[in-house]
């Protein structure tokens, strides 16, 4: 495996960890207090990336599985009204700790020639494994900044 592979594997391996400690402490207000004006609260990116990064998991293995599949679009912003965000956090953190672990043991394991393996994305097009591999890295980094700079605004 290419240390590129393994340097953005290593942030899906580590963004549990990560988001953990970015909401440590925070109270139900805090939890409820959006990251910037029309933006979500740190409650629903917690349970946003769990939606996000389970469809993307699913995505990557029906790139590894399938030849060139459509992937299955979902509207983020009516899911992340949904009565299930208003759960507890442990919920979704529970998931990401499990689905992340899977997930990185899957990509550790992904053959080199497979990271070209496409599928198309309805809206972005046609999609590598690798150019996924890319987006799902930076996004859990993005959304731990989200949360982290709301509590470096507010001085939390």
């Not at 990557?60 to 509207?75: A, C, F, N, Q, V």
């Amino acid at each position: 495996m290419s240390s590129d592979h393994t340097e953005r594997i290593n942030k899906l391996k580590n963004l549990p960890r990560q988001l953990e400690a970015a909401i440590a402490g925070l109270s139900e207000s805090q939890l409820s207090t959006p990251y910037r004006d029309g933006g979500w609260t740190p409650r629903q990116v917690v349970h946003h990336v769990a939606d996000s990064h389970m469809n993307a998991f699913i995505r990557m293995k029906l790139i590894l599985t399938e030849e060139h599949p459509t992937l299955k679009l979902y509207d983020q912003e009516v899911w992340a009204e949904l009565p299930d965000v208003r759960s507890p956090l442990e919920a979704s953190l529970a998931i990401i700790r499990g689905l992340h672990q899977r997930w990185v043991t899957l990509l550790e394991n992904v053959p080199e020639t497979a990271w070209a393996r496409t599928g198309l994305h309805p809206e972005s097009g046609e999609v590598s494994l690798d150019s996924m591999l890319t987006t799902y890295a930076q996004h859990g980094e993005n959304h731990v900044g989200q949360i982290t700079g709301l509590r470096s605004a507010r001085g939390w």
